[in-house]
């Protein structure tokens, strides 16, 4: 894709370059007049926003020049200016690149300026980087700065209708391509910097035909032209110690050195304040200096040119202001300190040389000499009065030194006076003060002696007290041992009598507990079984009894429906019964002996038996047998 795009900008420029250079110029049309109208050139201090401005400002149309560096933009207007007599040409600060800037030159504007009928965006970059708002340059400078600057300013031109806007584009908008992802933002490839461009004009064309259709009706118009092949800019771009993009065949490059460079001026029989004719020689060391606006000064003066043409340029600069300062010093100054006339000298030519963009580093004299004997001359004098003075000297100093040996001879004598005064002195002070130490020593020996003694007696005193102290510790130590043994045996007896006997107490305690516990726990449960069974018992005998109540009840009211029948079926139902009861005692009886007396009869028995069976049958059923009718009709027939 790098290469197609790359392709297409190649045969575009061909296309153009032939387009314009076939074509014929068209021929010129009269001037409208437009004074009284105010029009903004953004990029006008040169290329085509200076030919535009131009033309404008030889129209009468008061013309703001609204361009980044101050320095090209009043030098554009004062040029307009000059060239058409229009003094409505004026410079206003903008840089697209920033749109604080923008906002700035707006307000600025809306504020001086009432009228604006014209607005030309013109400006634009085709270099890549990035700006201070984070979009690529040319993408911010060709199309964002001017939507913004368009954007605040329409109000105005509406106010001014009939107006228009002008936005310079580029038929590179055909190879354009607008994402609205990373739109403005800083391409990436080998060729984005040309994308980036082609982006940006195919952003002016849309904004130019989107402003028309929103402005019809307000008699502001919008219009997107392509200025045809042009060189642009005559704006110089300067790489110091880098590398730069250039278009093969259409972008003029050219190399300045940076070198330092060497002179030797040389200025020959030069004529000093007193008339001497003397030839100075000098060193100089200078470069082209790096800062952007004096590397600029020195390509307008030099670019095109070669190392020793730039040195010959400073050397007769250097050589002229070298030649002038001569002819104020004189010889003397000149050769006494050739340090201040060096310095003089690179003060006085430094200005002029940098104004060419170039430094000096350095410049020393070199040699200073004449063809008359000039300074041989005053060499000789010289030379003569430090002989002389040299002479005057020696005999100074010989009487000096006579005079002074003969002071040194005394001075000695009286030294060696005081000296030997000093020496029997010093004995007779050597002996006392002797004297004096050695009772001072003896006294010290004496007290040193004493205290020796009364320490010793001291220090015996200690010994004895930490012998006692030491008896103590022992004696201490003893008790703890025989306490801690002790304490051992109590704890052995309590191992192996006191707790073995507590835990055979402890265990039949337990033991005793537990049964205890087993006990209450079988009598509990006795207690719950007895109480379990008697509940039982208790609803048996309940049951049973309402069940006999119910079968009484029953037969009660049976007795009372049937009358003697029931009666009767209750006799004879009870009979097996009676019966079983009767001869219960006699079933194990083998047999029955009936034993009567005299006046006794076995049917006198018999019938007391039968008259204790209605008592039983009374007892068993509860019936009454000796009020049924049949039993009463039994009885009296028996009687």
């Given amino acids: 894709m790098g290469w197609a795009l790359l392709v297409v900008g190649l045969l575009m420029a061909v296309y153009t370059l032939l387009r314009h250079g076939l074509h014929s110029a068209p021929r010129p049309r009269a001037r409208p007049d437009l004074r009284g109208r105010t029009a903004i050139v953004t990029g006008g201090s040169s290329g085509i926003g200076a030919a535009a401005a131009l033309e404008l400002a030889r129209c009468g149309a008061r013309v703001i020049l609204a361009t980044r560096s101050a320095r090209r933009g009043e030098a554009a207007a004062s040029r307009i200016r000059r060239e058409t007599g229009n003094n409505e040409v004026q410079f206003m600060h903008l840089d697209l690149a920033s749109l604080r800037s923008v906002r700035a030159f707006a307000s600025t504007f809306l504020r001086q300026e009432p009228q604006l009928h014209l607005l030309i965006n013109n400006a634009g970059v085709s270099a890549g980087g990035t700006t201070e708002d984070g979009f690529s340059l040319p993408f911010q400078v060709n199309h964002l700065g001017h939507f913004l600057l368009t954007q605040l300013l329409l109000e105005r031109l509406r106010s001014c209708a009939p107006s228009r806007v002008v936005i310079v584009a580029s038929s590179a908008h055909c190879a354009g391509r607008l994402r609205p992802e990373s739109l403005g933002r800083p391409p990436s490839g080998l060729f984005s910097t040309f994308q980036d461009y082609c982006d940006s004009k195919l952003a002016n064309v849309l904004h130019a035909r989107e402003l028309a259709t929103r402005e019809q009706g307000t008699r502001v118009t919008c219009y997107a032209v392509h200025p045809g092949g042009c060189c642009g800019s005559d704006e110089k771009q300067y790489v110091y110690g880098g590398w730069a993009w250039a278009w093969w065949c259409i972008t003029d490059t050219q190399r300045i050195s940076l070198e330092i460079m060497t002179l030797q001026p040389r200025c020959e029989d030069v004529e000093t304040a007193e008339g001497v004719a003397i030839t100075v020689t000098g060193v100089a060391q200078v470069k082209i200096m790096t800062e952007k606006e004096l590397l600029a000064v020195a390509c307008e003066q030099f670019l095109g040119k070669n190392v020793q043409d730039v040195k010959n340029v400073v050397l007769q600069t250097l050589e002229g202001h070298l030649r002038s300062i001569l002819g104020t010093l004189t010889v003397e100054q000149i050769y006494q300190d050739r340090d201040q006339f060096a310095k003089l000298v690179r003060e006085v030519a430094a200005p002029d040389v940098g104004r060419m963009g170039i430094e000096i580093l350095s410049f020393t004299i070199k040699d200073v000499y004449d063809k008359v004997d000039y300074l041989s001359s005053l060499g000789k004098t010289q030379i003569a ?125 337990q033991i005793a507990e537990g049964e205890k516990v087993k006990q209450i726990l079988l009598a509990q449960a006795e207690a719950e079984k007895i109480r379990k069974i008697g509940e039982a018992e208790a609803f048996v005998i309940e049951a049973v009894g309402k069940a006999e109540a119910e079968g009484l009840k029953l037969k009660a009211e049976a007795l009372q429906k049937y009358g003697e029948a029931a009666q009767l079926a209750l006799v004879l139902d009870a009979l097996p019964e009676i019966a079983a009861k009767v001869s219960a005692p006699l079933s194990k009886v083998d047999e029955i002996v009936i034993l009567s007396g005299e006046n006794g009869s076995t049917m006198s028995d018999v019938n007391r038996l039968l008259a204790e069976v209605p008592a039983s049958v009374r007892a068993i059923t509860g019936v009454d047998l000796t009020k049924l009718p049949l039993f009463q009709k039994a009885t009296e027939a028996k009687k």
């Fill in 385 to 509: 009065a430090v002989q002389r003075d040299a002479d005057i000297g020696v005999a100074e100093a010989e009487r000096d030194a006579g005079i002074r040996e003969a002071e040194c001879k005394k001075e000695m004598l009286d030294v060696k006076f005081m000296a030997d005064t000093k020496i029997a002195d010093s004995k007779r002070a050597f002996e006392l003060q002797k004297a004096a130490f050695t009772e001072e020593v003896n006294i010290k020996t004496a007290e040193a002696q004493l205290a020796y003694e009364l320490q010793s007696a001291r220090e015996q005193q200690k010994i004895r007290q930490e012998e006692i102290e030491i008896e103590v510790v022992e004696r201490k130590k003893q008790i703890e041992v025989e306490q801690k043994e002790v304490a051992r045996m109590e704890k052995e007896l309590m191992a192996t009598v006191k707790q073995p006997a507590e835990a055979e107490a402890y265990r039949i305690q």
